[in-house]
């Protein structure tokens, strides 16, 4: 009896070893160790034996039971195996498998980084990011700003304008800002000042600057505000250090009780982030027609310590100054809160702050960056140097 039992273990593990497919093995599986196979009915009858055989069969066959099972399984399992392997050769790309690891993702552009950068900072302070439309009325660039038609800084922002029959109206609505009237207002303005300004559709325009949202943000919220506008600007300018296009941030804020010493502070705050935590500011008086008083804002040199001198020699960066001007700022004209009157922006209880900074010359600065213009020819080389 332990003889058959060894002879169906090897017959089996043969079989088994030379089972071509699943379906072959499950066949053996039925066959060797079914209900109906050899093997159960030995272990079946090993009750009916002799009791000195019962020992040395029973472990006998349930041994060769184990073995049969374990060949079965490592059979199993190299059948699985060489499927694979025959699939991987058959398909020349596999979805189900894990794919070799991506290229390089991109990165965003150095003036990005830096808008991002300098959006982070105000809004640690409390700030709120506002965008507002780059086909603008020349209501909220100019005229509500203080600059009358007529006024000569508009002239200073050489200025791209747009006939309104052009536009895709999908793009930009002339009546899509609720609060505004600016066509109602313009007329006003048109036939007291009007004569001034050379002839031509001349009410629409490209944004010289971000300001616009000044008026527009606050003809939507009452005070408190607290807002910066990033965006691209555009002036008919283009050499080294100027371009047609460029990015400016806009910062406004506006409340009771706020004066220069609060301008003063927040700049330097915005300075001490973005160029260094050792940096001072400074104010000089300027002019801009919305702002009364004006200052330019200037940092202490990053690159000589507001010395002016780097290793006994006069610093380029900032010409032996010690300082650099890097914004234009100033308490808001209590003119430009007449435009919002209506909206609670009473000039004679609220006060406000304004600042305006070029993005690109915040970038040159803090990286050293020669020309205006690598910023936007598009050559990855530059692009790469500020991953
Ligand atoms: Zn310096």
């Given at each position: 009896?332990?003889?058959?039992?060894?002879?169906?273990?090897?017959?089996?593990?043969?079989?088994?070893?030379?089972?071509?497919?699943?379906?072959?093995?499950?066949?053996?599986?039925?066959?060797?160790?079914?209900?109906?196979?050899?093997?159960?009915?030995?272990?079946?009858?090993?009750?009916?034996?002799?009791?000195?055989?019962?020992?040395?069969?029973?472990?006998?066959?349930?041994?060769?039971?184990?073995?049969?099972?374990?060949?079965?399984?490592?059979?199993?399992?190299?059948?699985?195996?060489?499927?694979?392997?025959?699939?991987?050769?058959?398909?020349?790309?596999?979805?189900?498998?894990?794919?070799?690891?991506?290229?390089?993702?991109?990165?965003?552009?150095?003036?990005?980084?830096?808008?991002?950068?300098?959006?982070?900072?105000?809004?640690?302070?409390?700030?709120?990011v506002a965008e507002g439309p780059e086909i603008e009325h020349?209501?909220y660039n100019?005229?509500?700003?203080?600059?009358?038609?007529?006024?000569?800084?508009?002239?200073?922002?050489?200025?791209?304008?747009?006939?309104?029959?052009?536009?895709?109206?999908?793009?930009w609505?002339?009546?899509r800002h609720?609060?505004s009237?600016?066509?109602?207002?313009?007329?006003?303005?048109?036939?007291?000042?009007?004569?001034?300004?050379?002839?031509?559709?001349?009410?629409?325009?490209l944004h010289?600057h971000t300001s616009p949202m000044q008026v527009r943000s606050?003809e939507l919220?009452?005070?408190?505000?607290?807002i910066i506008v990033p965006g691209s600007v555009?002036?008919?300018?283009?050499?080294?250090?100027?371009?047609?296009?460029?990015?400016q941030?806009e910062?406004l804020?506006?409340?009771?009780?706020?004066?220069?010493?609060?301008?003063?502070?927040?700049?330097?705050?915005?300075?001490?982030?973005?160029?260094?935590?050792?940096?001072?500011?400074?104010?000089?008086?300027?002019?801009?027609?919305?702002?009364?008083?004006?200052?330019?804002?200037?940092?202490?040199?990053?690159?000589?310590?507001?010395?002016?001198?780097?290793?006994?020699?006069?610093?380029?960066?900032?010409?032996?100054?010690?300082?650099?001007?890097?914004?234009?700022?100033?308490?808001?004209?209590?003119?430009?809160?007449?435009?919002?009157?209506?909206?609670?922006?009473?000039?004679?209880?609220?006060?406000?702050?304004?600042?305006?900074?070029?993005?690109?010359?915040?970038?040159?600065?803090?990286?050293?960056?020669?020309?205006?213009?690598?910023?936007?020819?598009?050559?990855?080389?530059?692009?790469?140097?500020?991953?």
């Amino acid at each position: 009896m332990i003889e058959r039992i060894e002879q169906i273990r090897a017959d089996g593990q043969a079989a088994i070893e030379s089972a071509g497919s699943a379906d072959a093995l499950e066949a053996l599986r039925v066959e060797l160790l079914g209900r109906s196979s050899e093997l159960t009915a030995i272990l079946r009858g090993i009750g009916e034996l002799p009791g000195e055989q019962r020992g040395a069969v029973g472990g006998a066959a349930n041994r060769a039971q184990k073995q049969l099972e374990q060949a079965l399984t490592e059979r199993r399992e190299e059948l699985v195996g060489d499927e694979l392997d025959r699939r991987l050769a058959g398909e020349q790309v596999d979805v189900t498998l894990p794919g070799s690891p991506l290229p390089a993702p991109g990165s965003l552009h150095l003036v990005n980084q830096t808008r991002r950068e300098i959006e982070d900072v105000f809004c640690g302070l409390g700030y709120r990011v506002a965008e507002g439309p780059e086909i603008e009325h020349d209501y909220y660039n100019f005229t509500a700003l203080n600059h009358p038609p007529g006024h000569p800084a508009r002239m200073v922002q050489d200025t791209f304008y747009v006939d309104p029959a052009s536009v895709d109206s999908a793009r930009w609505d002339p009546d899509r800002h609720p609060a505004s009237r600016p066509s109602a207002r313009l007329g006003q303005e048109r036939s007291e000042a009007r004569p001034n300004l050379p002839p031509g559709p001349r009410d629409v325009l490209l944004h010289t600057h971000t300001s616009p949202m000044q008026v527009r943000s606050m003809e939507l919220a009452p005070p408190p505000l607290r807002i910066i506008v990033p965006g691209s600007v555009y002036r008919r300018d283009n050499d080294a250090t100027h371009t047609p296009m460029f990015s400016q941030v806009e910062g406004l804020a506006v409340d009771e009780g706020i004066s220069l010493a609060d301008l003063q502070g927040t700049l330097l705050e915005l300075a001490r982030a973005i160029f260094g935590p050792d940096r001072e500011v400074r104010l000089r008086p300027h002019y801009f027609p919305f702002t009364e008083p004006s200052v330019e804002v200037d940092v202490s040199c990053f690159a000589c310590g507001g010395t002016g001198s780097v290793g006994g020699r006069r610093d380029p960066l900032c010409k032996g100054a010690g300082w650099i001007e890097i914004l234009g700022a100033g308490m808001i004209d209590p003119n430009v809160f007449g435009f919002v009157r209506e909206f609670g922006y009473d000039p004679e209880t609220v006060q406000g702050f304004a600042f305006g900074m070029g993005i690109e010359r915040i970038a040159m600065l803090k990286h050293a960056v020669p020309d205006l213009r690598l910023f936007f020819e598009g050559d990855l080389r530059f692009a790469r140097q500020f991953r």
